[in-house]
Every structure is written in structure tokens, then in C-alpha cells.
């Protein structure tokens, strides 16, 4: 019967010692999945860190190449529509009316604006660039006076400043200053 006893104690000390290294084994493994989720986040954190820089350096390298062809194809622009100024033939200018249209409609299409500042606009030193000074009593000293060539720009920079003439007040007419006339005898010696 001894044996009996024997062998029953050994068996729950058995089980109790399988439960326990069961135990210890389930913290462990908790404790590595836990570990593991917690770097599995740290790696998907790091992941969209580097996508997102990526995108966007891709995106400032797609507005710089935007805007380096913008700036190659701005002065075709300027040249057709200065050609429409000079043009005196009517089928000629239509046609040469739609071509610029097209061409604004394209440059529109990708984001880029028109800067077409008018007369008496408020002077704008980030869009607008001062060529000349114009005297008038009709237009507001400091304001635009006229437009000599529109300006372009993105959403995130100016590509070419307006080129414009600012207004000034007239100045007086100077009076003439009569030049001091010797009297003899008074002649400084």
C-alpha cells in the first residue's frame, strides 16, 4: 500500500510542478507576446515615419520639377500673349486668343495662378515688384499704378512677381532760384 501512497504523492507533486512550470511558462509567454506586440508597434510606428517623409520629399520634388518647367514655359506664355497685343488681323488674333486661353486653362489646371494686380491695388511687396514710379493726382500714392508684365505663383511660392509701377503724389514745380548777381564794389576779395 506504501507503494500506493508513494506513487500518489510523487503523481501531485508532478502536477503541481507541471501547473507550476505551466504558470511560469504562461507569464513568459505572455510577457514575450507582449514584448512582441509592444516592437511590432514600434516597427509599424517607424514604417509610417518613413513613408510619410518619403512622401514628402517625393512631393517637394514634384512642386520643385513643376515649377522649374513653370518657369521655362512662362515667358512662351509672355511671348503669345504679347504676340495677341500686336496682332491686327482678326481670324489670326482669334485663333492666337485661343491658344493662350488654352494655355492659362493649363496652367490653372495644375495650380498655378495669375497675378494681375490693376490700378489702384494695394502694392504688395511678396507678389509685386516696384519697376518704376508714376506721378498722378487720380490713383492713391503707394498703390499700383499700372501693370508692365502678371506674375505667376503655386500655392506654395511666388514663381515671378508682377513687374508694376507704384504710384507717387506729383511734386510742386520747383521756382526757379535766381542766381546771385555781383554788384560792383561788393565783390568778395
Not at 518613413?50 to 512631393?59: N, P
Not at 490700378?119 to 508714376?134: G, N, S
Amino acid at each position: 500500500m506504501m507503494g500506493w501512497v508513494a506513487f500518489a504523492v510523487m503523481l501531485v507533486i508532478a502536477i503541481v510542478l507541471a501547473l507550476a512550470l505551466k504558470r511560469r511558462n504562461d507569464a513568459e509567454m505572455s510577457a514575450l507576446r507582449e514584448q512582441s506586440r509592444a516592437e511590432v508597434l514600434d516597427l509599424k510606428s517607424e514604417a509610417r515615419g518613413r513613408v510619410d517623409r518619403l512622401e514628402r520629399e517625393a512631393g517637394r520634388s514634384r512642386n520643385d520639377s513643376r515649377d522649374q518647367l513653370l518657369g521655362e514655359l512662362l515667358p512662351a506664355f509672355d511671348a503669345l500673349s504679347l504676340a495677341r497685343q500686336q496682332i491686327l488681323d482678326d481670324d489670326v488674333g482669334r485663333g492666337l486668343d485661343l491658344v493662350v486661353a488654352d494655355f492659362a486653362r493649363a496652367l490653372e489646371k495644375h495650380g498655378v495662378e495669375r497675378i494681375a494686380p490693376q490700378p489702384d491695388d494695394v502694392f504688395d511687396p511678396e507678389v509685386h515688384e516696384a519697376v518704376e514710379t508714376l506721378e498722378s493726382d487720380e490713383l492713391t500714392p503707394g498703390r499700383v499704378g499700372r501693370c508692365h508684365r502678371e506674375g505667376w505663383r503655386t500655392d506654395a511660392k511666388i514663381l515671378r512677381p508682377a513687374l508694376v509701377g507704384v504710384v507717387r503724389a506729383p511734386q510742386p514745380e520747383a521756382e526757379p532760384v535766381a542766381e546771385p548777381v555781383a554788384v560792383r564794389g561788393t565783390e568778395p576779395e
